[in-house]
């Protein structure tokens, strides 16, 4: 064997499949994500759990604001995006996920410039809600980023899947944008009511059940005790359950 | 600019100083280390967080078997991680950190092999305990794998910061080595009480502070609502706290 070069993984030490991480979209997301990783998965010993490589690029520009742009003066992320993933599978990645769901606008330049499979967040998460209001007529409430709602990138994929999704109006939009930036992006404490209220009002409105579309959504949903709860499919747990499944490992009880 | 070659970071978009992690050792520390390191940085938004590159290298042998290892058939974890510190330094990282107290035994190949400054987990926690016993004369209670007491990785750093350690007997390492492996590494329960009658214990035998000195207990500390109890040190807060300064961000309130 050769040594490895550039910033190669050595493949004698790393337990194929290696999965390779675009984070840091936004930071806290991707540090809930290793841990749902290793919480997820049924092991007994360190050795038993996924090897990654994890790009944490707190720095790459902002997703919405590149989306909403109307007069062309936002940085550009997704030359960023599709570069990190270029760096990670030089690295020698096996698989590539990126847990962000506004970013999936822009993976168009991660499937041109990279080789190695990409796992969804999107795909896998409007599949689970599918099945979860399947047989009901209810559509899905997608909460999200301002720019995944005005990119539809959830419209999109649930339309794809066979179910109908339905987005917040205004106010609720407007509150989900506090939770998402003046909160969890900001380091700020989280309004747990104002959160589970933002949830059942969407359900009193029709909808069969809420996908948390965000990442930052997920911080919320993991922390603050909504785990397990039947009224949200999140869509960090669906990745990491997927991520899991697809490096070949077993899912722990709670996540199966 | 040329094109990055390897697994290189663009370093066009890639907020400098980037800080390598040396991680997976174990994975579960890992992800809490990238997120105590979002909550104590005083940032307003994701640009503002530290850029890092993580190798979540959780298949590394373990360390403590290699210390306690009396027939020589224990896996060498030392060259896989001097492996991985390589990798990150040619990707382009600027500054090193490794998020395990036991696995600074072995550290010595990283110094050896790389020339990007490496913070020690085990220099700025032994100098954090130096400071919280002096002109008390007690000791710093040292609460680590078996492996790490062993090699007197602690005592040593204590010694040379002119603190002296005590060690726990064999019944309070028993418990302290259940909590580590049977619960956290394990991905079981905690016993919250257990690990709190295992402080107070040190303390009534006249330590005047205990050290977490591993990165399991340093869970146990943040996901039980340990953080900023006067009766602990945590590495894995001191080792947060040293890089975010290290990069040139301020830290957030709580934690400055």
């Not at 690295?91 to 962000?100: I, K, R, T």
Request: hydrophobic content about 45%.
């Amino acid at each position: 064997m050769t040594a490895p070069e550039g910033g190669h993984l050595d493949p004698a030490s790393w337990h194929a499949p290696v999965v390779g991480v675009i984070g840091g979209l936004g930071p806290a997301a991707t540090a809930v994500f290793l841990d749902v990783l290793v919480r997820a998965t049924d092991a007994r010993s360190d050795q038993e759990h996924l090897d990654l490589l994890v790009s944490q690029h707190s720095s790459t520009p902002d997703r919405t604001a590149k989306i909403l742009d109307t007069d062309g003066t936002a940085a550009d992320p997704g030359p960023v995006i599709a570069a990190d993933a270029r760096m990670l599978e030089r690295a020698g990645v096996d698989l590539l996920v990126l847990p962000c769901n506004t970013a999936h606008h822009f993976v168009r330049g991660v499937h041109e410039s990279t080789s190695v499979p990409f796992l969804s967040i999107v795909e896998v998460t409007a599949a689970a809600a599918a099945r979860a209001v399947e047989g009901t007529g209810r559509p899905v409430a997608v909460f999200a980023t301002e720019g995944n709602v005005h990119a539809e990138v959830f419209q999109d994929a649930l339309r794809d899947v066979g179910a109908e999704a339905c987005v917040p109006d205004r106010a609720l939009q407007d509150r989900i944008n506090t939770i998402i930036y003046e909160q969890v992006k900001a380091n700020r404490p989280v309004d747990r009511e104002l959160f589970e209220g933002c949830v059942d009002e969407a359900l009193a409105a029709g909808a069969g059940t809420v996908v948390l579309g965000c990442t930052e959504l997920s911080v919320v949903y993991d922390q603050q005790g909504f785990r397990g709860d039947p009224r949200m499919i999140d869509s960090l747990t669906e990745l990491a359950r997927h991520t899991i499944t697809a490096a070949c490992r077993p899912l722990a009880p709670a996540f199966a």
